[in-house]
């Protein structure tokens, strides 16, 4: 079986997140860590070099790939902030009509920045998606 590439690391979040330059980023971090951390109720950790994730489920796939997986987490990207939906966003059109300005893939929400989207949409939309994962794989 081939595992997944991405894995838990000891790498400070804290550390990543203070090396950002942008500043306005930085502060975008520090907030979603803070959403996160309250949705999912555990500390973040780093997964790879540039992702914080919360908490953790295993998962195996039909490729073959299986491994551990974060519930949500996020992304400072060039372009944008990569927020990760693991239960998926195909069945959100209507929470992401009310959310702002933001494009998708099937596990990625992509935000040029919180200033553009409705933030307790946002909340509703990752909470909803832990608790969907939390009782699929924690019961």
Not at 29 to 55: D, Q, S
Not at 84 to 108: D, F, N, P, R, V
């Amino acid at each position: 079986m081939a595992k997944l590439k991405t894995a838990p690391t000891d790498q400070s979040v804290v550390k990543f997140l203070n090396s950002i330059i942008d500043q306005q980023k930085q502060h975008d971090c520090y907030m979603l860590l803070a959403m996160m951390k309250e949705i999912t109720g555990v500390e973040p950790k780093m997964w790879g070099n540039c992702t914080v994730g919360f908490g953790s489920y295993y998962c195996r796939y039909e490729s073959g790939e299986e491994g551990d997986r974060f519930l949500t987490g996020f992304s400072p990207r060039k372009q944008n902030l990569t927020i990760y939906i693991m239960s998926g966003l195909e069945k959100q059109g209507a929470l992401l009509k009310k959310l702002g300005k933001h494009k998708t893939s099937i596990l990625c929400l992509y935000i040029n920045s919180p200033k553009d989207i409705y933030l307790p949409t946002l909340k509703e939309l990752i909470s909803g998606l832990v608790k969907l994962l939390q009782k699929r794989y924690y019961q």
